[in-house]
């Protein structure tokens, strides 16, 4: 059963600082990775997808990088804003046909203005 | 492109009543998802709708737990006999059936129904 470790459970930073969240699989056959963003009381927003045979994934400020071998993600937020506190999920699909996506418990980041 | 809609967003019971949600898919996407998720905790998968079809179910999903997607479009969850376990956000999302190995699995969440059992 696939288990998803996510350290810091969490992380407040002085606004303008580069940071990474880390993200660990027990199982590696997966078929791709998620991170997910969820502000309190809402749902969540997906932020980066990144296939079982890519490396890395970059979205504006926010880079997801795959080590699917040694079962890690990061997700690098450059230059981070206050507008960027909120919890952040990484998320993985096994590569075996089922859809259910395995979440880990998220880091909860505060960017101090 | 109205998002994934949820309704009610919050509900309080007693223990013992039956509740139910509704989960309004983007329009066109054939998968339906139903997640659990407590405080402090990341979403926990339940159900997973492929059209009309139920495919998937998690251990989770008890016998008092149901879910429906009769004309492959909106989605109910009922809980019968609603315990205080129950209290949590429950999460529906979709996502489009289109060629995964070019388009990946990018899905799509509702705001959440909360479920607060007292």
């Known amino acids: 059963k696939q288990e998803v470790t996510q350290i810091p459970a969490a992380l407040s930073v002085p606004e303008g600082e580069n940071l990474v969240l880390n993200c660990s699989f027990t199982?590696?056959?997966?078929?791709?990775l998620q991170w997910f963003r969820q502000d309190p009381g809402k749902g969540l927003t997906s932020l980066l997808l990144?296939?079982?045979?890519?490396r890395e994934q970059t979205s504006g400020r926010l880079n997801a990088s795959l080590d699917k071998s040694s079962g890690r993600s990061t997700l690098y937020i450059a230059a981070s804003q206050p507008g960027d506190s909120a919890t952040y999920l990484c998320a993985s699909l096994m590569d075996t046909g089922r859809r259910a996506l395995t979440f880990g418990s998220g880091t909860r980041l505060q960017v101090q203005p | 492109d109205t998002g994934v809609s949820q309704d009610p967003r919050h509900k309080i019971t007693k223990r013992g009543q039956n509740v139910t949600f509704r989960c309004d898919p983007i329009s066109e996407h054939n998968r339906l998802y139903w997640y659990r998720q407590t405080l402090g905790q990341g979403p926990e998968f339940l159900t997973y709708f492929q059209n009309e079809a139920q495919l998937e179910k998690s251990r989770l999903l008890s016998d008092r737990f149901s879910a429906e997607r009769p004309k492959g479009s909106f989605s109910t969850l009922e809980i019968q006999r609603t315990e205080q376990g129950d209290s949590a956000m429950y999460l529906c999302a979709s996502s489009p059936q289109i060629l995964d190995r070019e388009y990946g699995n990018t899905i799509y969440f509702g705001e959440g129904s909360w479920l607060t059992v007292v």
């Open positions: 990144i296939q079982s045979s890519q």
């Open positions: 199982d590696s056959a997966i078929y791709n």
